[in-house]
Antibody
Framework: QLQLQESGPGLVKPSETLSLTCTVS??????????WGWIRQSPGRGLEWIGN???????YYNPSLKSRVTMSIDTSKNQFSLKLTSVTAADTAVFYC????????????????????WGQGTLVTVSS | DIQMTQSPSSLSASLGDRVTISCRAS??????LNWYLQKPGKAPQLLIF???TLQGGVPSRFSGSGSGTDFTLTISSLQPEDFATYYC?????????FGLGTKVEIK
């Protein structure tokens, strides 16, 4: 069974860089069937998709965060990571890593991407 | 960005009730619509994808319908473990976007 686990500092100072890592177990991060992504949740913003990364390193970012976000993937460690620069208090949120199944067709049915597995989430607070 | 609007934002219901939650997209998204359930302090979990396909292990009392801009999640007979917040999400176009959620509470 696929499992994801976020790790990283729970407190980041304003203007600094938030860095999180997601460790995947139970399947290979090099699978061509999946995207690996980050979502955050805060009372003010609800659930917000940050972006996805593919095993090849291709990335898809939310335009609202694109200038501050970098995602990377380490297939040797079965991990992927998120960096968010120049953070402010508005970036305080619970951050989830997740596996999305890519769009696929089975028989006569075609299916869109969906967030199939999630990590438990990690609270990151931005404060001095 | 595609805006997802859920209604109601909250509802009170009793065990055994039939519950319906609506989700409307700001433009047509075909059936690129997924539903999630979230319990307090936990990550969201996938219930339904492609508007109407039940994720493995999800009880058959859950069903989804709709296409284009209007979608519905139905719980045919509310059980104790169903009291939670439900979210719709579109994957028709990036950025993927979520509704603000519908909180189902005990009457």
């Amino acid at each position: 069974q696929l499992q994801l686990q976020e790790s990283g500092p729970g407190l980041v100072k304003p203007s600094e860089t938030l860095s999180l890592t997601c460790t995947v177990s139970g399947d290979s991060i090099s699978s061509s069937s999946y995207y690996w992504g980050w979502i955050r949740q805060s009372p003010g913003r609800g659930l917000e998709w940050i972006g996805n990364i593919y095993y090849s390193g291709s990335t898809y970012y939310n335009p609202s965060l694109k200038s501050r976000v970098t995602m990377s993937i380490d297939t040797s460690k079965n991990q992927f990571s998120l960096k968010l620069t120049s953070v402010t208090a508005a970036d305080t949120a619970v951050f989830y890593c997740a596996m999305s199944r890519k769009p696929y067709c089975s028989g006569n049915n075609c299916y869109p991407a969906y967030l199939e597995s999630w990590g438990q989430g990690t609270l990151v607070t931005v404060s001095s | 960005d595609i805006q997802m609007t859920q209604s109601p934002s909250s509802l009170s219901a009793s065990l055994g009730d039939r519950v319906t939650i609506s989700c409307r997209a700001s433009q047509s998204i075909a059936t690129y619509l997924n539903w999630y359930l979230q319990k307090p302090g936990k990550a969201p979990q996938l219930l339904i994808f492609a508007a109407s396909t039940l994720q493995g292990g999800v009880p058959s009392r859950f069903s989804g319908s709709g296409s284009g801009t209007d979608f519905t999640l139905t719980i045919s007979s509310l059980q104790p473990e169903d009291f939670a917040t439900y979210y719709c999400q579109q994957s028709f176009a990036t950025p993927w976007t979520f509704g603000l959620g519908t909180k189902v509470e005990i009457k």
